[in-house]
């Protein structure tokens, strides 16, 4: 499949009051034309930094400095224009969040906030583009759609109105939909419903999505690659199948460990990867796991793991256990 997104030695670093902190630090994946890449870590690892890098959401006048290159079918968007930025968020690239209420405007109704967006980047008529909001309300499972097109975000139940983001986020026909945690906020029931519509459109519309999740039993269903990442860093990279099959990283293995399955023993505590994310300013000399890993040598504390290449082609994992073994070899 062709590369979409390259993203390359991504660094993303904030002036915060205790000095510059690098939330991103090294960050290199790509996103293929029509495929879902998933994103996952524990909370506070750069998965959001990282998608918003992309985008260029932050304040770069005063806050951040990004460093490395975000290649959209090749154009580096870290060297555009803010107006340009802007171009590319209305026309190629969506993202969906947790929470549809702070994305969607309040005082519009869902039809006119999807006719406008329609309309930034299509010359129709207010008429033709509400046909169009309709279809696109349809497209997401929005019952009776005629009618909730004229609902303001606050009619809507929380599904529905996650929904119409989609909806919204769907009509400028990106070329690539970030959804960071779409359905966090939502009950299990309507967390697979929303999850099976997101994929549905992926077949559909056959956009690239990036799709960030704590989740790995949504990842399971619905990704066809995974990216596991700590502390800023890509810690394991491969196929979903053979990431669940052949877990390789320590903490990808826990991750993988700690996920309830439908033969769990509930009168057994579910396994947790002991210790906690250091913080960012504490990140030592050494892997960044080795405060938590049970695998860890003297070496792991003194020097820093690159990734390096398994046998199964894409398979990458920063660990010193397989820096040398049998078919593993580092990667560029
Ligand atoms: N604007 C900012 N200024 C300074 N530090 C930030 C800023 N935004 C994020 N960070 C830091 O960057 C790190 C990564 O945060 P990020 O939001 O990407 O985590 P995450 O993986 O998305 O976590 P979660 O699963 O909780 O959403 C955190 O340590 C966070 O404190
Ligand atoms: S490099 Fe060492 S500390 Fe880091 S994950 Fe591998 S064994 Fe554990
Ligand atoms: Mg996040």
């Known amino acids: ?66 460093e490395g290159e975000v290649l959209l079918e090749g154009n580096n968007l870290l060297k555009l224009s803010e107006k340009e930025m802007r171009s590319v968020r209305g026309n190629d690239i969506a993202m969906i969040f947790q929470d549809a209420l702070s994305s969607l405007n309040p005082v519009f109704t869902i039809g006119n906030q999807i006719v406008e ?114 502390l800023g860093q890509i810690v394991e990279e491969g196929m979903v199948d053979e990431i669940f099959k052949n877990p390789s990283h320590p903490y990808t293995k826990g991750l993988i460990k700690s996920v309830p399955t439908t033969n769990t023993d509930v009168s057994r505590k579910l396994y947790t990867i002991k210790g906690v994310v250091p913080l960012l300013s504490e990140a030592g000399e050494g892997c960044r796991f080795c405060n938590r890993c049970e695998m860890a040598t003297e070496k792991c504390r003194t020097s820093k793991p690159h990734l390096y290449s398994m046998k199964n082609e894409g398979h990458r994992v920063r660990c010193f256990l397989y820096e040398k073994g049998g078919d593993c070899h580092e990667a560029k």
């Not at 004229?150 to 690539?176: F, N, T, V, W």
């Open 1 to 66: 499949m062709e590369n979409l997104l390259k993203v390359k030695e991504l660094k993303t670093s904030f002036q915060t009051l205790r000095g510059e902190v690098t939330a991103v630090d090294g960050v290199s994946f790509e996103v293929k034309k029509g495929e879902i890449l998933g994103i996952v870590g524990e909370s506070g690892c750069g998965k959001s930094v990282t998608s918003q890098s992309i985008m260029r959401l932050y304040n770069e006048k005063e806050l951040v400095k990004y």
């Open 117 to 230: 967006a329609i309309r930034l980047h299509e010359k129709i008529s207010k008429k033709e583009a509400k046909k169009r909001a309709v279809e696109l309300l349809r497209l997401t499972g929005i019952p009776i759609p005629e009618k909730r097109v004229d609902a303001y975000p606050h009619e809507l139940s929380g599904g529905m109105r996650q929904r119409a983001m989609i909806a919204l986020a769907l009509s400028c026909q990106p070329k690539l939909l970030i959804a960071d945690e779409p359905t966090t906020a939502l009950d299990v029931t309507i967390q697979a419903q929303i999850m099976d519509l997101i994929v549905e459109l992926n077949q559909k519309m056959g956009m690239g999505i990036m799709l960030i999740t704590h989740d790995l039993g949504v990842v399971a269903h619905t990704c066809q690659r995974v990216i596991v990442m700590y």
